[in-house]
């Protein structure tokens, strides 16, 4: 199995390959099987058990759990009613022609068997900002229903409209499995260190205009700047470095937006003294110069 790829979260545009509801019959068993792209199952009502490798997890209504590429799965309903689930298989982007299959001919059997080597070198593409496990006991079970019924309601109508359509649910449901994960500041919920790593960012927030770094950070939250990094890493998903910059970033295209500041005021006012350093910044954050950026926002206003 390929190692995924992390990219950006500004680069996903999720290619949803099949999506369908399903009435399992209470005591059926699914057998072993594996799959090649990812998949979510959203579980309605019902009792079961689902096996991912070599763990297993208990199944019941408002689940959510996710399966990656190549991992072996099986599913058994424990209960004594049926179990209603969505299920919806995808990747976060589009690999291209070279790496299509059909998911009728793979997961359905209604069509020629596809090489079975072809679909074992498949890459894998995941969101560097979170981590998604297993398995997530949601807490907006209205949001993730409605969701997934849009986005079974939407497969299988074509054309280009119903195909953006299609993405953009599959996006919107991709946002609130991150919001089940992680607080408004991009801190993962559930991390054994959350509030250091929380009270650094807010520090960052009040402070970016000065000179801050991981050992200024970690003096403050009491840990060497070694072991503060990996934390602060394993909670958000980026480096301090990374962080403040995206955060000195955005608050440079609000002034920026403001049109009352140059740029090199605007890049001193964010911490980044050297114009030319920020412009460089800037420009490699967002694709574009402060000054082009600013243009770019100004004709709405006038």
């Given amino acids: 199995m390929n190692v995924p790829q992390k990219v950006d ?9 099949y999506v369908h509801e399903i009435v399992i019959s209470a005591g059926a068993r699914i057998a072993d099987r594996h799959i090649y792209d990812y998949e979510f199952i959203f579980v309605v009502r019902g009792e079961g058990r689902l096996r991912l490798g070599e763990r297993v997890h208990a199944m019941k209504g408002g689940d959510l759990f996710y399966i990656r590429p190549h991992l072996s799965n099986a599913m058994e309903i424990t209960g004594t009613q049926p179990m209603d689930c969505f299920a919806v298989h995808f990747d976060y982007m589009y690999l291209g022609e070279g790496h299509e299959f059909s998911p009728y001919a793979v997961y359905l059997g209604q069509g020629a068997e596809e ?3 072809r679909l074992g070198d498949r890459p894998a593409v995941e969101p560097s900002e979170f981590d998604v496990p297993e398995a997530i006991a949601v ?10 019924k849009e986005l079974n309601a939407c497969f299988g109508r074509a054309g280009v409209g119903a195909g953006l359509r299609l993405k953009s649910v599959m996006l919107r449901l991709l946002g609130l499995v991150y919001e089940e994960l992680m607080t408004r500041e991009g801190v993962r919920i559930g ?15 009040a402070h970016y205009a000065e000179r801050i770094d991981a050992q200024l950070l970690a003096r403050r939250a009491g840990f060497s700047p070694k072991y503060f990094g990996t934390l602060f890493k ?8 990374a962080y403040l910059l995206r955060l000195r970033m955005e608050q440079a295209k609000q002034l920026l937006a403001q049109r009352k500041l140059s740029v ?3 890049g001193a006012r964010v911490g980044i003294d050297d114009l030319y350093y920020f412009s460089k910044l800037f420009k490699k954050t967002e694709g574009m110069s402060p000054s082009r950026y600013a243009s770019s926002i100004a004709w709405p206003a006038e």
Avoid at 11 to 16: A, M
Avoid at 191 to 205: G, K, R, S, T
Avoid at 234 to 241: F, N
Wanted: no cysteine; hydrophobic share 40%; aromatic share 12%.
């Fill in 9 to 17: 979260y500004r680069l996903l545009s999720p290619y949803v390959r």
């Fill in 139 to 148: 807490g907006d079970v209205k949001g993730f229903y409605e969701t997934f």
């Fill in 191 to 205: 991390h054994p260190h959350a509030d250091a790593v929380l009270e650094a960012i807010q520090y960052m927030e």
């Fill in 264 to 266: 090199e005021e605007v």
């Fill in 234 to 241: 394993q909670a958000t998903g980026a480096a301090v470095s």
């Fill in 115 to 117: 090489g079975a080597v």
